[in-house]
């Protein structure tokens, strides 16, 4: 059994600790600075309002987690939580919420502003124009669930220590060994730091990098209103709500005023308000902190804009005003999510860092299952400690993007939007060429990514369906014109932010068979589609590898988390190089790819000589490259590779040489469609860990009688059992209905799944969406609908793929 200790005994490490023993782990320590079991950090003063429903799956499955846990320990008012629109953008927005608690199993509703007003008595019903509502939400009380949870945990053997200032971590030969405290040194195999903001300083002292942001938010109370006071105190309690009386904590949902940047909640006769309209304030800005250090002086005049607002939508609190207030500290990523995860250069410290209340039993049931059982049963690579890029660690990124996470808390957030500074940082080498063709760009990962070239406006098109305002956003018509020129005559996509490892090294093939389902051991020049899987057979990544020597491979993945997967497995021998920012790509996908390339090489590009999913060297012009031949639009064609310094000589000669046959530029709005019509899945969107390879339709990249490899056990016993769910192609029955992603999927008026990915088809002429359903709905013919802002819309269930089942376009 290890020995842990974890720092920090707020919500988040009391919690872990009655995970933990709660499976056997009873050599368990809680170390805080502060008194227990109110330490002083986040989780003393915060608000404890939890809305369940986040854009994001696993998010809102830790949020219901924990709303479970709380709940069954007495910690968790379940008095429900009601956001209301004062605009009709956000009354559309509050829609797709409604359909994102649908696609994730929780039980919500839209309600009038009358009905709105018979839950919050408060609300002044002509200011609303409905609302949504969610009866499981409510309040956490944090300092009672630290308490419970920690005594449960003391029961079966943990202790806490409070007033133990951390000052160091013991550790020896790249392992963690205990904890230095001022009050002595505690042993441990297994130290995780859950200190919230004082995470990042924790982090310094083994070498990490804690990427959060510490930033102020302003919470106020009012003095007493008469409306609820004693008698005055009314409304029908719901499921494990109190009933009313002048003691009675709250009765009322909690409420949301996302319009103004505003939320509520009852404190017996006052109401508290949260507020995150001021600019953000880094802790850093106040100076030395005061005791309690989560908790910094009010500043009033910030407020002053949310009281106004909030007499006006709570009209009874013009009898009050505010009584006090304070400016708590909370945690900010660059991308908003948590961070949990094992340090790689210190084997045994692992974080649970940026968790909010709302979170923290969930994130704490996960992290138990990773260390007990070596995989969580949520899929947690949105809050995955490696999951950034190493620019997105550096100070001045974390800082901007922390503050402008603040700001976007509750904003109306397309899935599109890009982050608009820092920008640019990461371009391609063909940048310059791509704003000269008016390319719209995009961002992830730190990288400018074309979405589509205004000057391809010019080129001739058809009429498309007029769209809602929603999916208009971040698209134009001319993609279709891309995807129409790469189906029927040649184009140039740009590749190059697509994360490309080498593997090289003795042993390099069986590290990678061991690693991968597809069997690799074939010539050199090959090219093989497989899966990385974890010991439970979920679907970690999907790969592309090119064997360019008998032990060198060039492995097109899909981000930090596939570099870090492989290091945590590659033997001494074996050498994981990221060589994305030394090299470019350009994708040459068309009809006449070949008639474009063949002529600027010496080398044999015919179908004869070059056969899909190969490899070769190779010279364009005078440029170096590695063609490999792939498409992931349907068509044929070539990735080609070269090193960044002659990547805008690459694409200068595929330009030139392509004028004749009609060559353009694409971006990945046409891309994505392409690659839908043709069925290729992209991972973390279509699939991820909780999904098996069979399930995703990707049960060709597995090859069993290859030798043992990761997953594979469970895959055995998977392997004979039939389907319970299946990724499943729909097509919408109008032409001009279009989803995005994420929609509930309803069969016979009850939900039986969610949309994942989702595009028009442009050369389908409809909207193509792939979806989890059950298996038994998975039958083409099968009629389902998708609710798309609350309207149910005719799809299809239809045979895969929709262009090309043949593949002859492609292997020609």
């Given at each position: 059994m290890a020995r842990v200790v974890i720092i920090g005994a707020g919500v988040v490490g009391s919690a872990l600790a009655d995970e933990l023993t709660d499976r056997g782990w009873t050599d368990v320590t809680v170390v805080d600075q502060g008194p227990l079991f109110a330490a002083g950090g986040s989780s003393s003063h915060a608000p404890g309002l939890v809305f369940q429903t986040n854009p994001s799956k696993t998010m809102t499955e830790l949020?219901?987690?924990?709303?479970?846990?709380?709940?069954?320990?007495?910690?968790?008012?379940?008095?429900?939580?009601?956001e209301v629109a004062t605009t009709p953008e956000r009354w559309t927005d509050l829609k797709r919420k409604h359909g994102l608690a649908t696609s994730w199993g929780v039980s919500a509703s839209l309600l009038s502003p009358d009905e709105c007003a018979g839950l919050h008595s408060l609300l002044d019903p002509s200011r609303i124009l409905g609302g949504f509502y969610v009866p499981t939400d409510g309040l956490a009380q944090p300092v009672l669930a630290v308490e419970t949870q920690a005594k449960r945990a003391i029961s079966r053997g943990?202790?806490?220590?409070?007033?133990?200032?951390?000052?160091?971590?013991g550790q020896e030969n790249g392992r963690v060994t205990g904890v230095q405290t001022d009050r002595g040194f505690i042993a441990a195999d297994i130290v995780v730091c859950a200190a919230g903001f004082w995470g990042p300083a924790i982090g310094e002292m083994v070498?990490?990098?804690?990427?959060?942001?510490?930033?102020?938010?302003?919470?106020?109370?009012?003095?007493?209103?008469?409306?609820?006071?004693?008698?005055?105190?009314?409304?029908?309690?719901?499921?494990?709500?109190?009933?009313?009386?002048?003691?009675?904590?709250?009765?009322?949902?909690?409420?949301?005023?996302?319009?103004?940047?505003?939320?509520?909640?009852?404190?017996?006769?006052?109401?508290?308000i949260g507020y995150y309209g001021h600019s953000p304030m880094p802790a850093s800005v106040f100076g030395q902190p005061p005791a309690m250090p989560s908790v910094l002086p009010f500043t009033p005049d910030d407020f002053a804009p949310a009281w106004q607002e909030s007499v006006e939508l709570l009209p009874e609190l013009s009898g009050t005003e505010v009584e006090e207030g304070i400016n708590g500290i909370f945690s900010f990523t660059p991308d908003g999510g948590p961070l949990i995860g094992e340090h790689r250069e210190l084997a045994g410290f692992w974080v649970a860092e940026a968790v909010w209340v709302t979170h923290s039993a969930g994130v704490a049931r996960a992290l138990a299952e990773w260390l007990v059982d070596g995989k969580s049963s949520v899929d947690l690579r949105e809050c995955d400690l490696h999951r950034f890029e190493e620019l997105q660690l550096a100070p001045s990124?974390?800082?901007?993007?922390?503050?402008?996470?603040?700001?976007?808390?509750?904003?109306?957030?397309?899935?599109?939007?890009?982050?608009?500074?820092?920008?640019?940082?990461?371009?391609?080498?063909?940048?310059?060429?791509?704003?000269?063709?008016?390319?719209?760009?995009?961002?992830?990962?730190?990288?400018?990514?074309p979405y589509w070239y205004e000057s391809n406006g010019l080129l001739p098109s058809e009429d498309l369906p007029p769209r809602d305002e929603w999916s208009a956003r971040y698209w134009s018509p001319i993609a279709a014109v891309e995807a129409a020129v790469t189906r029927s005559r040649v184009a140039m996509?740009?590749?190059?932010?697509?994360?490309?490892?080498?593997?090289?090294?003795?042993?390099?093939?069986?590290?990678?068979?061991?690693l991968t389902t597809n069997n690799l051991d074939k010539s050199v020049g090959s090219v093989t589609y497989t899966l990385m899987l974890d010991h439970r057979g979920g679907v970690r990544s999907d790969l592309t590898v090119a064997r360019l020597g008998p032990q060198v491979f060039q492995v097109g993945a899909?981000?930090?988390?596939?570099?870090?997967?492989?290091?945590?497995?590659?033997?001494?021998?074996?050498?994981?190089?990221?060589?994305?920012?030394?090299?470019?790509?350009?994708?040459?996908?068309?009809?006449?790819a070949r008639d474009v390339l063949q002529p600027l090489t010496a080398s044999d590009f015919s179908n004869f000589s070059m056969k899909y999913f190969r490899a070769q060297k190779a010279y364009i012009g005078e440029v170096p490259v590695t063609?490999?031949?792939?498409?992931?639009?349907?068509?044929?064609?070539?990735?080609?590779?070269?090193?960044?310094d002659l990547g805008l000589k690459l694409w200068d000669t595929l330009w030139d040489a392509g004028q004749e046959h009609g060559i353009i530029a694409a971006g990945r709005s046409a891309f994505n469609s392409l690659r839908l019509e043709k069925g290729y899945r992209a991972w973390g969107t279509d699939m991820t860990t909780e999904h098996d390879p069979y399930s995703a339709g990707l049960g060709f990249a597995v090859r069993m009688d290859k030798g043992d490899f990761i997953g594979r056990p469970a895959l055995a016993s998977l392997s004979a059992s039939p389907l319970s769910r299946q990724l499943t192609c729909l097509t919408l029955d109008d032409p001009a209905h279009v989803v995005m992603g994420k929609e509930p999927v309803f069969a016979g008026g009850t939900p039986v799944g969610y949309v994942t990915s989702a595009s028009y088809g442009y050369t389908i002429g409809r909207t193509v969406a792939y979806a989890w359903l059950p298996a038994s709905l998975s039958v083409p013919g099968t009629a389902v609908t998708v609710e798309y802002f609350g309207e149910r819309l005719p799809a299809t269930v239809a045979a895969e793929p929709l262009f090309d089942p043949k593949m002859e376009r492609i292997r020609s």
């Open positions: 949020a219901a987690y924990t709303v479970r846990k709380l709940t069954g320990l007495g910690c968790f008012l379940q008095v429900g939580g009601l943990a202790r806490f220590l409070g007033s133990h200032t951390v000052t160091g971590i070498g990490l990098t804690v990427p959060l942001l510490p930033l102020a938010h302003q919470y106020a109370r009012t003095g007493p209103v008469p409306a609820l006071s004693g008698a005055s105190r009314s409304g029908a309690p719901r499921s494990g709500a109190p009933r009313s009386g002048a003691s009675v904590e709250a009765s009322r949902p909690i409420l949301r005023h996302q319009d103004q940047d505003l939320y509520y909640r009852e404190h017996g006769d006052r109401i508290g990124f974390i800082e901007e993007r922390g503050k402008q996470n603040f700001v976007e808390v509750y904003d109306i957030v397309h899935p599109l939007q890009p982050m608009e500074r820092p920008r640019p940082l990461r371009t391609s080498p063909f940048y310059s060429r791509q704003r000269e063709l008016g390319a719209v760009f995009l961002e992830g990962a730190g990288w400018e990514r996509y740009d590749m190059t932010p697509l994360r490309r490892l080498e593997v090289s090294g003795p042993g390099s093939l069986e590290f990678l068979q061991r899909n981000g930090p988390l596939d570099d870090d997967w492989m290091r945590q497995h590659a033997p001494a021998s074996v050498q994981v190089r990221d060589i994305t920012a030394g090299t470019c790509c350009i994708g040459l996908w068309g009809p006449r063609a490999m031949r792939l498409s992931y639009v349907g068509e044929l064609g070539w990735e080609l590779y070269t090193s960044a």
